[in-house]
């Protein structure tokens, strides 16, 4: 079995040879610089570090072919590019100044080589004079996308692998958030309702023409394409399930509508923290891959009763644990965790097996081949029962 | 007629309009000073509970927050003149190496809705920092803030530096989405809290402090972590 067939059943809910593994195919299943140099020497591989949509600010690395093969990646990953003029904006700017993507929306440095989100542009907008005012990003720029075609293509040809689309962040909400700030577009959510839904709906509708560039571009070479908005906390949601359902579901709805009418490709929601709460409306608007399962995260951490009631109508990426497990545990129970998230969510295939979001900084090279090796071993299916 | 039932209502629904209208008639009508503001205190108390009972969420908190914070720009000086202090003072930041804050600042916000005085130290704060504002402050209670996982270590260096000086009974409070209870007590903090709603029901246990309202004290209840 291909890694891109095995992909496949999972996600149509059937049980492949083993549980595939995600990684390092989008932001959320990636993997920063210090465990990816760490691997590459316990594998004694070298090569220069690349990263993801050619942004070392977000520090996620774009692995090698050999790096990739050897954690049984069974998913690469096509990704957008910030248009040509943002690109060379940026590489023109002093080292060290803050990074300013196409939207206007950027990082500063915390110290050498951290950066964090702090520029927003709309910070203190609250009218819809102020929206149509603003100098939104061109998203029929085809600079955004003259490489995918190619790619997918060759891709596609190989036939090895399954592509998973990740263009950047086309999230209406957490892209408010980075233009307002997430304490003031939160607020804005409750005090000037009328204006927060106008930013997203203004938002969701330059996330659809890029997003239709980019299926335009793959057509029939892609199986997986990313969107999703972050809406839990470690105990909760952001917001109510009223307030979501009430202003955000609508634009979610019509986004992935949007997706559905112009592609076959499975809709992968990202969401983080414990969005339990809102697993039914994920179903209803046609999210089919839920990601990345906060396990450690209030009522999704029951990871059986997630499989019992939603099982059927979602296939899972992601559960093993980032904020604990990984960084912090041994080999030996990050295969317990491993062994734990497979036993729950692998029976009946879709499940696909990946970290909680990005494997950060500080988890040790060793853990990341412990979760793969862990994952190939207890993910086959003909040895389950 | 001063209308605090009214004012309470107003802080508790975010209205900063209503409330700071309120305040301002409540000051003019000659009200005390410590009815109003028990008016504000009372609301907060019961956003945190409605927030810890997921009645509500973050975008209600914060414009609640919101709400007295504009209403106590104008009893804080009538207060002043009354004599009347804040029940503690907090120092709070987020830790060295991350930037979040909107954690911190729910936390800031609900110890000041709990008449707890805040200085608030901002993001990456080092441990020279916040031992500094110690020295400086004699805060009752240092909160301590991290997002991501990359910065516990920090919250530990802190922690650790806070222990070698002399805090003056200063209680440390760690909270933070990686952060648990059992890490609060590895590192040596003396509470974990797990939302802005517990930070109050925590710090007021450390503290000894009873409800808002006027109530009587609460005995203390020693080391806390929930």
């Known amino acids: 079995m291909s890694s891109r067939e095995r992909v496949l059943a999972a996600i149509n809910h059937e049980e492949p040879d083993r549980v595939p593994i995600v990684i390092g195919a989008s932001n959320a299943t990636g993997m920063k610089v210090a465990p990816y140099r760490g691997l590459k020497q316990l594998l004694g591989l070298d090569g220069e570090d690349r990263y993801i949509y050619d942004w070392p600010e977000l520090g996620t690395v774009l692995p090698d072919e050999p790096v990739l093969e050897r954690l049984h990646s069974d998913v690469r990953g096509v990704f957008d590019s910030f248009p040509a003029a943002t690109i060379a904006r940026n590489r023109a700017r002093p080292a060290h100044s803050p990074f300013v993507d196409d939207w206007g929306s950027g990082q500063i440095e915390i110290e050498d080589g951290t950066w964090y989100p702090a520029v927003h542009p709309m910070a203190d907008a609250t009218t819809i004079e102020a929206i149509e005012r603003y100098a939104w990003p061109d998203m029929d720029d085809p600079t955004r996308v003259a490489h995918l075609h190619d790619e997918a293509a060759r891709l596609a040809a190989d036939g090895q692998y399954a592509i998973l689309a990740t263009p950047w962040l086309l999230f209406p909400f957490e892209r408010a958030f980075a233009m307002q700030g997430l304490e003031q577009f939160l607020m804005n959510l409750a005090a000037e309702p009328e204006f927060a839904e106008a930013l997203l709906r203004a938002i969701a509708e330059r996330c659809k023409t890029l997003i239709g560039h980019v299926l335009d571009e793959l057509g029939d070479n892609v199986d997986i394409i990313k969107i999703g908005d972050d809406l839990g906390t470690e105990q909760s949601l952001l917001m109510s399930p009223g307030m979501y359902r009430r202003i955000l579901k609508p634009i979610h709805a019509d986004y992935i509508a949007f997706i559905r009418q112009r592609t076959n490709a499975k809709v992968f929601f990202h969401t983080d923290g414990d969005v339990f709460d809102l697993l039914d409306d994920f179903v209803e608007i046609g999210v089919d891959i839920l990601n990345p399962v906060q396990s450690g995260s209030g009522k999704l951490g029951n990871l059986a009763e997630v499989k019992r009631r939603y099982g059927t109508n979602l296939a899972f990426c992601g559960a093993i644990d980032t904020q604990h497990v990984l960084p912090m545990g041994t080999p030996d129970q990050v295969r317990a965790e491993v062994r734990r998230a497979i036993g729950t969510l692998g029976p009946g295939g879709g499940y696909l097996l990946a970290a909680v979001h990005t494997i950060m900084n500080e988890v040790p090279p060793e853990n990341v081949i412990a979760m793969v090796d862990a994952a190939v071993e207890f993910g086959r299916y003909q040895i389950r029962d | ?226």
Do not use: C
């Open chain 2, 1 to 226: 007629m001063a209308d605090l039932p009214g004012l309470s209502d107003a802080v508790e629904a975010g209205d900063r309009d209503g409330a700071v209208a309120l305040t301002a008639a409540a000051i003019a009508e000659g009200v005390t000073p410590q009815a109003i503001l028990d008016a504000m205190t009372d609301a907060m108390d019961a956003v945190g509970e409605d927030f810890q009972a997921n009645l509500i969420f973050v975008p209600e908190m914060l414009v609640a927050a919101r709400a007295m914070r504009e209403s106590m720009a104008l009893l804080e000086p009538v207060l002043v003149r009354a004599g009347i202090q804040p029940e503690a003072r907090a120092v709070i930041g987020t830790v060295r190496g991350d930037l979040h804050d909107i954690g911190k600042n729910l936390v800031a916000m609900m110890w000041r809705g709990a008449n707890i005085e805040v200085i608030d130290l901002g993001t990456n704060v080092t441990a020279e920092q916040f031992v500094a504002a110690v020295e400086t402050h004699r805060p009752n209670l240092v909160g301590l803030s991290a997002l991501l996982t990359t910065t516990m270590p920090s919250m530990g260096t802190i922690v650790g530096a806070l222990r070698k000086t002399d805090l003056g009974g200063a209680r440390i409070i760690v909270g933070g989405a990686p952060v648990n209870s059992e890490f609060a007590e590895r590192i040596g903090a003396d509470a974990y809290a797990g939302d802005a709603g517990a930070a109050v029901v925590v710090a007021r246990q450390l503290l000894g402090l009873g409800a808002a309202g006027g109530g009587s004290a609460a005995p203390a209840l020693g080391n806390a972590a929930t």
